[in-house]
C-alpha cells in the first residue's frame, strides 16, 4: 500500500505524485496585466509616500506604480531596481504587512492596502523576463572589492560596486549563489528556480568574479583579503543555529529547521523527501511558519507548532500565523519545550505551560505531551565564523550606520551585522549602503 | 413617491428620461427593449431622406478615454445617421408607437437645407404616429460635409429658416437640437425660438480627437491607417453641456423656452442637476451605450427619492429651481469668506492637499513629521483644490467665516454686506454706489 498521511514514522512519498506541484505553487500568483491595472488604479500616488519610507530600500512607490498605470512596467521596474536590485526576491519574500502595505493608506482608508509587492513583481517580472540586463557599469576605477556572502546582502553590494566601476571578487562557502534566497525562503514563495535565475542576471552587469565554495576561515583569511583587495565587505549571514536545551534532542527525527527547509528548496523531487506523521516544530518566528507550512504541504498528518510565548509576542507575522493556520497547522502558545520522547526515534515531545509573570516567563506546572515522529528546531539563527579583531555586538559584527566595521576598509552588512531587521530588504538596503560607502571612501570623497 | 410624469413642451411620458438620438434608438427591437426598461421615451436614432441611406465605416467608429479603473468617462464616435432605408424605419417606429402610445416617441430629423426637403419628409413621418420632431442640427461629422448636421447649426439663419419651414410643414412640436461647436450657444438658440421652435435641445457632440495610436501615429479610432475627428460625449462633456442649458435657461431672450438636456447624463443625480438648471426634461445616450437600459431603474428611483426628500411633488418644480442662482462672476459677493478645515478623524494623511497647496501658489497647508495636514487659515485663499483632491469625501469641507470674524490672511474683519467686484475699489471701472 502507497504512503499516505497517516503512515506512522519519517516516510516519504505521502502524496499522490501529481499533488506536490500544485501544493507548493505560488503563495502569491504572478498578477496578469488586467489584474496589475486594476490593483495600480488604486494607488494615490501620495505626497512623501508613507509605504516609500516603510520600505528598507525606500523604492519610490508611487512613482513604480504609476508607470505600471501608464502601461511601462519596464520602467517601473528600472524604479525599483534603482533602489533595490533584488527587487525581484523582495517583491516575493517581503513580509509587506509589517512594511510598505502597513502603512499604506489605503490601509488605514478601508483595510486593504495597496498590493504593492505583487505589483512589484508584476514589473520586475516584466523587464527580468525579457533577459536583459538593465544597467551598464561606469569606467573601470581599478579598484578591487572582496564580498564575502553571495546572500541578497552580497549581491546587493557586488552589483552596486561592479556598476560605479569597481572590480568585485565574491566569495561564498556554498556553490551555490543566493544565501538563503536560495536555502531558505519558502519554497511557495520563490518558485520556478528564481533565486537562480535572479543571481544569473544581476551578475550579467559584469565586472562580478565569483569564488564559489570558498569560505571564509578556511583557506581565506580576512587578513588576506585585506591586503589583497582594497575594500572588504562581509556578509556571512547567521550560519550557526541556536541549540535548543532539551532532553532526547539526540533522538532520530530531531532536526534543525533550517536544514530541513534548505533541503527540501534543494529537491528536485519532493516525493523522496521524508516527513513524519506528527510534526512538531519549535519556536515562532517566520522561520518556524515556513518550516510547519512546508512539512504540511507534504503531507505530515498534524503539524504543531509550539512556541513558549504569547500570540502577540510571536515573531511570525499575524498574517503569517493566519497563513499556517489556513494550511492546517495548529499553533500552541505558552507552552516550553521539556523532552523530545522517544527510543531511538522520536515518538512525541512534552511542553509545560508557561505564563507571563511581571515580564519573565514561568512554567506553570502543567504538562502536555504532543505526539511528533519529526521535531524541527527553529528557534534562531547565529553568528559563526566571523573573524577574530572585529567588534561583536549583541552577537552581531558591530557596524556604523554606513556599514563600516572596527577595522580598516571592513565594511559588514545583513544579518550577519548589527542594526536592521534580519529580512531579506534589509540585507539589500545595507549590502547596497556600504557599497555606496565603499565607493565614496576609495574615490576619496568619504 | 413623487410623481414623475413630465410634460415637456405638450409632449407627455411617463418619466422625464428619454434615449437621445443614437445607437440605442436605432430600431424597433432596441426601442421596444428599451421602453419595457422603463424609459419614458426615445428620440429615435435621426432619419434621413428617402433614397438610398448612408453608409457608415465598416471599421471601429468609437473611441474612448477612460478614469480609474477603466471607468469610460468620454466617448468619441464617428457615426452617421441611420443608416437604414426611410421606409423601414418609419413602418418600425408605427408598429412602436402603437404598442407604447403612453410613451414619446420623438422623430429625429436631418435632410438637406431645402424648403421642399423638410416640407415633404414631415408629414410622411407624421403618419407614424410620433409625438414631435427633433431637428438633428448637430451631428459635427459626415453629415457637415455634405451641407447638413453640425453646417446649419452653425449658422443662426438657417436654423431660424428651417425651423420656421417645419413649423408650417407640420402641428407637432419641433425640437431643435443645438450643436456646442460654436462660440456663443444663445445664437442659435435665439434663432431657434425666432424660427418658431417649440423647444431646443442640447447638447450634440463635441469636435475630438479622443486618442492617437502612438505606433501607428493616426487619431483613434483608425479606419486603415487614417482617423478624422469624431463627436465626443459622456460624463466627461457633461460640465460644458449644463453650462449651455444654464446660459440659454437665464437668458431673458430664451428664458421659458423649453430645454432638453443632454450630454453626459449618467446617473438620477446628473439628471436633477439639468433639471435644476433649466431643463425640462433629459436625454441619455452613452450611459446606455455603457450600461445598458437598465441604468433608467435607479434613475427613476433616485430622482423619486430626491423628490420626496426636497417635499417636491412633481419634475417641473425642480425644473429650474437653480436658474436665479446662476449669475456672473463680477456679481459674486467678494465679501463671503471661507477656509478649508480638514477633519482629522477622516483624514488618511495621503497628503495629496498638501502636495496640491503646495505646488500650486498658495502654501496653506502644514505637514508634520508623522505626517499630520493642517491648513493654515492665514494662508488659506479657500480656493477649493484640497477638497478636490482628497480622496476621502467629506474629509476636507470649507467652513464659512460669520461677519465680525478676523479673516487671518488678509487681516480684515468679515463684512456682514454684500459686496462686489463691480463696487469692488479695484476695479477700474467701478461705478460708485447708486
Ligand atoms: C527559513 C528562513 C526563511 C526566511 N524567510 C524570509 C522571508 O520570507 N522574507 C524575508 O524578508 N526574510 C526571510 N528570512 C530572512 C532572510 O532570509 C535573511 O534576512 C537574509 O537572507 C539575510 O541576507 P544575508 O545576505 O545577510 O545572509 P544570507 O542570506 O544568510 O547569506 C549569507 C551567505 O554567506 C555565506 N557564508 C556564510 N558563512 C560564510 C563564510 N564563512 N565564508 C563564505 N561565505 C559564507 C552563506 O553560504 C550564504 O550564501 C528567512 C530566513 C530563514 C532562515
Ligand atoms: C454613436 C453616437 C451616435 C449619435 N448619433 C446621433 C444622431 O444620429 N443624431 C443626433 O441627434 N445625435 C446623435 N448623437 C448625439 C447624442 O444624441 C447626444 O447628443 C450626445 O451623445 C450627448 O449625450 P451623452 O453624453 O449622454 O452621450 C450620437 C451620439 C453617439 C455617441
Ligand atoms: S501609501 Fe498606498 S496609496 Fe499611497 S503611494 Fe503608497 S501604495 Fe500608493
Ligand atoms: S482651499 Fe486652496 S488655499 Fe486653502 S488650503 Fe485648500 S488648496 Fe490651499
Ligand atoms: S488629501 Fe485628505 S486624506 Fe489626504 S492628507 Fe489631505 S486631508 Fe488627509
Redesign the interface.
Known sequence: MPNNERTSGLVSARLPQSDYAERFTDLHPQLDDHEAQVAADRCYFCHDAPCMTACPTSIDIPLFIRQIVTGTPAAAAKTIFDQNILGGMCARVCPTETLCEEVCVREIAEGKPVEIGRLQRFATDTLMSKQVHPYKRAATTGKTIAVVGAGPSGLAAAHRLAMLGHDVTLFDAREKLGGLNEFGIASYKSTEDFAQKEVDWLLAIGGITVEAGKALGDTLTLDSLQSDFDAVFLSIGLAGVNALRADGMDLDGVEDAVEFIARLRQSTDLSTLPVGRNVVVIGGGMTAVDAAVQAKLLGAQTVTMAYRRGKDRMGASVYEQDLATSKGVSIVYNAQPVAVLGGGACRAMTFEYTAEIDGTLQGTGEMVEIAADQVLVAIGQKLVGAPQGLTIEGGKIAVDVFGKTTMQNVWAGGDCASGGDDLTVTAVAEGRDAAMDIHAVLMGEG | MADLTSEFCGIKSPNPFWLASAPPTDKEYNVRRAFEAGWGGVVWKTLGEEGLPVVNVNGPRYGAIYG???RLLGLNNIELITDRPLEVNLAEMTRVKKDYPDRALIASVMVPCDEKSWKDILPRIAETGCDGFELNFGCPHGMAERGMGSAVGQVPEYIEMVTRWCKEATGLPIIVKLTPNISNILLPAEAAKRGGADAVSLINTINSISSVNLDSFCPEPMIDGKGTHGGYCGPAVKPIAMNMVAEIARNPETHGLPISGIGGVTTWRDAAEFLALGAGNVQVCTAVMTYGFKIVEEMISGLSEYLDEKGMTSVAELSGKAVPNVTDWQYLNLNHVTKAVIDQDEC?????C??ACEDTSHQAIS?TSD?VFEVMDDECVACNLCVNVC??EGCITMKTLEPGDLDERTGKIVSKDYGNWTKHPNNPSATAAE
Open positions: 480609474a479603473d477603466r488618511i494623511s495621503c497628503g495629496r498638501y502636495a505637514m505626517r480622496p476621502i
